[in-house]
Nanobody, 118 residues
Framework: QLQASGGGLVQAGGSLRLSCAASGRVNAMGWFRQAPGKEREFVAA???????SYADSVKGRFSISRDNAKNTVHLQMNSLKPEDTAVYHC?????????????????WGQGTQVTVSS
């Protein structure tokens, strides 16, 4: 259902762009991340009408966008920090109109590794 791409290794201060394509029509789409030994956490999300939400830790550095015609969501990550290192998971929800809570995402991608070196 969801195919994520764009992860990799980058130095602190660098940038990466993640993309996620959904095989069918979905409403809200989001990104979550999980670092080793930590719980999964919310990163950013966008509704079908492009309303966005960000975790405080990434505000001003990350930007989420979507292409509804292609059922694709992108996460532009700038000014990356070592603490951004994690597996990033794309998720999609049938919830319409608002950014859903984590438990309301219906589909999850396998994840893509982002590693930021100091």
């Amino acid at each position: 259902q969801l195919q994520a791409s764009g992860g990799g290794l980058v130095q602190a201060g660098g940038s990466l762009r993640l993309s996620c394509a959904a095989s069918g029509r979905v409403n809200a789409m989001g990104w979550f991340r999980q670092a080793p030994g930590k719980e999964r956490e919310f990163v950013a999300a966008i509704t079908s009408s492009s309303r966005t939400s960000y975790a405080d830790s990434v505000k001003g550095r990350f930007s989420i966008s979507r292409d509804n015609a292609k059922n694709t969501v992108h996460l532009q990550m700038n000014s990356l920090k070592p603490e951004d290192t994690a597996v990033y998971h794309c998720a999609a929800s049938r919830v319409l109109g608002v950014v859903p809570a984590e438990g309301l995402y219906n589909y999850w991608g396998q994840g893509t590794q982002v590693t930021v070196s100091s």
